[in-house]
């Protein structure tokens, strides 16, 4: 099954005031909005360039679309010479999508995100095909979900080498310790969860998500058993990749 990525990048570049007194400049503000779109084979990047000028607001749409690093340079090119100007503010928010597929012999399936912004990964996550009640859900070390047992994936990402337990507890906690959340009668379930302790690709070790796995239990994560919650057979997975 492909995997879906999304990537999302906002540039926002004007001109800088130097100094109070003087007139605002005439030169246009510019936002450069790249979004990417990529699957198993191929991928396609759509570039929007607003410019604000006096309030008049003008918008450029260019699409690359083939392999990855093809269109990567195109987009850093255009990214690049916006960069020309002097820049106020960047902000860039960074999006990934994965689905969620079955192990264990279940049926339990779905979707995660995450997105960076501002210092913050907010993942949000999306079950179907679940037993009622509580379920634990974890970031696992290896993004393989090759193993029909989800095993592949190792244990819970701990690269503080911390005890198990519930996020910010004093007596510790892995940088993969989540949580639990609740199945509704109906087989779905759903979570979001922010930190300031991961990242997307950053170098980082300890707050890198990338190359981990998300990984769904059919049990509730007791929060207390060591080294992994008691949380029972793990049955769904998906790996956390670029």
Aim: glycine share 10%.
């Amino acid at each position: 099954m492909k995997k879906n990525i999304i990537l999302l990048f906002c540039l926002s570049i004007g001109v800088m005031i130097s100094c109070q007194n003087q007139k605002k400049s005439t030169n246009p503000q510019k936002t450069v909005e790249v979004k990417v779109e990529r699957n198993d084979t191929i991928s396609k990047a759509t570039v929007t360039i607003s410019s604000d000028q006096n309030g008049k607001v003008s918008k450029e749409v260019q699409v690359f679309e083939g392999a990855h690093e093809e269109v990567m340079s195109k987009v850093d090119l255009i990214t690049e010479e916006s960069e020309g100007n002097e820049i106020i503010e960047r902000k860039s928010v960074k999006k990934l999508q994965f689905l969620l597929n079955p192990k264990s012999g279940s049926e339990t399936s779905g979707k995660v995100a995450f997105t960076e912004e501002n210092g913050q990964v907010l993942l949000e996550a999306a079950l179907f095909g679940l037993s009622e009640g509580t379920h634990a859900i974890h970031i696992h070390e290896k993004a393989d979900c090759s193993s029909d047992d989800g095993k592949s994936t190792g244990g819970h990402w701990n690269p503080t080498f911390e005890n198990h337990g519930a996020w910010g507890a004093k007596t510790g906690y892995h940088k993969g310790d989540i949580g639990n959340f609740q199945a509704t009668a109906d087989g779905n379930g759903a979570i979001t969860f922010s930190t300031d302790q991961w990242c997307l690709g950053c170098d980082d070790a300890t707050k890198n998500v990338i190359g981990k796995a998300i990984i769904v239990h059919q049990g509730e994560d007791d929060l207390a058993s060591q080294p992994s919650g008691a949380a029972g057979a793990r049955i769904s997975c998906a790996g956390i990749i670029e």
